[in-house]
């Protein structure tokens, strides 16, 4: 079980902190990552952490959004800067690739 939380209204510029809550210990089993759905489009990958503790990220949101997650406290998170209008979406988080049930996802509304 996968809880996203974190999301809301923000003006562009701004910054948002979202959070995954794992019922399972899949981020020391599991590569995982952040996930992005924008109205019309489908859902794609824009954040990952290998077990390793690599990270990668999709060019768009490249030095300002950032992964990183808590094995101890079994969450990850995404901390995001200096969003703009097209960060506007749901996000999820899940293992990359998506194996695991979706959650219900957070919004994201990026708005002046």
């Known amino acids: 079980l996968l809880v996203e939380s974190g999301g809301g209204l923000v003006q562009p510029g701004g910054s948002l902190r979202l959070s995954c809550a794992a019922a399972g210990d899949i981020f020391s089993i599991y590569d995982v990552g952040w996930y992005r759905q924008a109205p019309g489009k489908q859902r794609e990958l824009v954040a990952g952490?290998?077990?390793?503790?690599?990270?990668r990220y999709v060019d768009s949101v490249k030095g300002r959004l950032t992964i990183s997650r808590d094995k101890a406290k079994k969450t990850l998170y995404l901390q995001m800067n200096n969003l703009k209008l097209e960060d506007t979406a749901v996000y999820y988080c899940?293992?990359?690739?998506?194996?695991?049930?979706w959650g219900k996802g957070t919004l994201v509304t990026v708005s002046s």
């Open positions: 899940n293992a990359v690739p998506s194996s695991l049930r």
């Open positions: 952490i290998t077990l390793g503790g690599g990270t």
